[in-house]
């Protein structure tokens, strides 16, 4: 199957599936292979033809966010020169829209790990704890379920590579197998409530929460500070803040939550509903210019 692309709908394969937002995508020759849910599907971009199998165009639409207004959203956040070198750059990028169970689970163990460092844990997560599909003649897995995960033994999840991160997974999928917790709900709730009921969850601090409302639950405006936005934001944006707040938060690699909070709001008011997606730009262009 496939879907034509024209230029109201700006989309650019590569960059959204590279920029460090999802983690279990892989590439075989000119083929992306993903699992979502329960689905493992293929895709490749010709040009302004979007090329899948396994799946139908309403599910593509919405897992890439095609239905996004991505020329109104660049317009809304092209508010200086920098920004824009990022937009002209990857302009396609797109925020998915990934499995909030599964982006809850892999950004808890994202913390202090690199993208292959994750991906490798998520891997072996998927693996012990997952359902084997095949598709192309090749094996994947799904992605382990809440009550897989809240009744694994420590020492297997411990195997899979998660370290500490351990007691945050088991706790975290405890809460979610008990029907405790609803991500209808979260959803449906404006920014700052939903965000408070994320960090609720163990090793879920203010980073890795907005990291899943960007990605997972329909909140745009969600501005996750790593790294990479600080020295975006203390490189380009000095002039929006005091120097003894630059000077001090240069020195650091960390940041108290009082300096997140000050950087992230910082970032939705400036770039306003769409900040999510300047994130991904400015995050994703930092990257790649060194």
């Not at 639409?61 to 508010?79: A, G, P, Q």
């Not at 090749?138 to 899979?160: N, Y």
């Not at 590579?161 to 007691?167: A, N, S």
Request: charge should be neutral; hydrophobic fraction near 35%.
């Amino acid at each position: 199957m496939s879907i034509r692309l024209d230029d109201s709908t700006p989309f650019d394969l590569e960059a959204t599936l590279c920029c460090g937002q999802a983690f279990r995508w892989e590439k075989h020759s000119e083929w992306w292979y993903g699992v979502v849910r329960d689905r493992v599907f293929k895709i490749r971009q010709n040009n302004d033809r979007l090329l899948f199998e396994n799946v139908d165009a309403d599910f593509v639409k919405t897992y890439f966010r095609l239905d996004d207004d991505l020329l109104t959203v660049h317009s809304r956040i092209d508010k200086d020169e920098h920004i824009r070198k990022a937009i002209n750059t990857l302009k396609g990028l797109r925020v998915l829209r990934q499995d909030p169970w599964e982006c809850l689970i892999s950004y808890i163990c994202a913390t202090y790990k690199s993208i292959a460092a994750i991906k490798r844990m998520l891997f072996n997560l998927s693996r012990k704890f997952g359902e084997r599909v095949c598709f192309d003649g090749v094996d994947f897995c799904t992605f382990p379920t809440p009550e897989r995960l809240a009744t694994a033994h420590s020492v297997d999840l411990v195997k899979c590579g998660l370290g500490y991160r351990t007691k945050y997974v088991r706790e975290t999928a405890k809460i979610v197998n008990k029907k405790e917790w609803e991500f209808e709900h979260v959803k449906n709730a404006d920014y700052k409530e939903a965000r408070a009921e994320l960090v609720r969850f163990p090793g879920v601090g203010l980073k890795v929460a907005d990291c899943i409302l960007l990605f997972s639950l329909e909140k745009l405006e969600a501005f996750p500070v790593d790294v990479w936005i600080k020295r975006s934001i203390i490189e380009h944006y000095t002039s929006h803040f005091q120097e003894e707040f630059i000077s001090r938060t240069m020195s650091k690699r960390s940041l108290t939550n009082k300096e997140y909070e000050r950087l992230n709001t910082f970032g939705r008011e400036y770039f306003g509903e769409y900040a999510g997606y300047a994130q991904e730009y400015l995050y994703h262009y930092e990257r790649t210019q060194f």
